[in-house]
């Protein structure tokens, strides 16, 4: 067993009367890449902004990396790399000055930014378009460009929010290949949280969650046995009940 990086116990979260979370269990060991699988509306983006301390749960725990979330946010959060649903880029600064600024923000030296941004993006086949303004590139550059500014400072978790909403096939595919690249080299643990059913194909293991709850956690191979489905699609209509 991998070393756990992320541990989160019986989650739960409402806003008013509408549960969005129902106890909800969670677990990623080191190196390993989780598929969060649900339609739209099953709570993957609450569980997304609890993990990254934006919303506080209701009840339950989140340690990432042995810290809490509620006594020692800081820490956890340091161990914490995130690409989110949503663009998070100045699109007038260029792709360095984006990756600087937030270098600066978690105190690394200058050289040592520098070196860290060169070695990203040329992994990610951008390292001649790093003084150009981050609006120039395209959907799928700009998604290459965050990942690279999560991976900054080394963080041991990565959390992949929706990342491909918007992107062409070719680029989701990049995308996809450069996160596994990260998970089997670096040994970074993954929560990659999609809708998309052919995006959950790479992952270790998969967990779908649909209104709030967690209705399967383990590998396609199991998920299929356990549903008697002959592809995860089918299995995972099945799971939801959503219609075919």
Known sequence: MNPVVLEAHALVKSYGDRPALRGVELSIGAGEMVALLGPNGAGKSTLMQLLTGLFVPDAGSIEIL???????????????????????????????????????????????????????????????????????????????????????????????????????PASRRQLMQAVVGLCRQSGVATLWTTHLVDEALQADRVLVLHRGQVLFDGTIAACLEHTGAGDLESAFLQLTGLPA
């Open 66 to 168: 042995g810290h809490d979330m509620r006594r020692a946010a800081p820490q956890a959060l340091a161990g914490l790399g995130v690409v989110f649903q949503q663009i998070a880029l100045d699109l007038d600064l260029s792709v360095r000055a984006n990756l600087r600024f937030h270098a600066d923000l978690h105190g690394l030296p200058r050289r040592l930014a520098d070196e860290r941004i060169a070695q990203g993006l040329a992994a990610v086949g951008l390292e001649a378009e790093r003084d150009k303004p981050a609006r120039a590139l395209s959907g799928g550059n700009r998604r290459k460009v965050e990942l690279v500014r999560a991976m900054l400072h080394r963080p041991r978790l990565l959390l992949m929010d929706e990342a491909t909403v918007g992107l062409d």
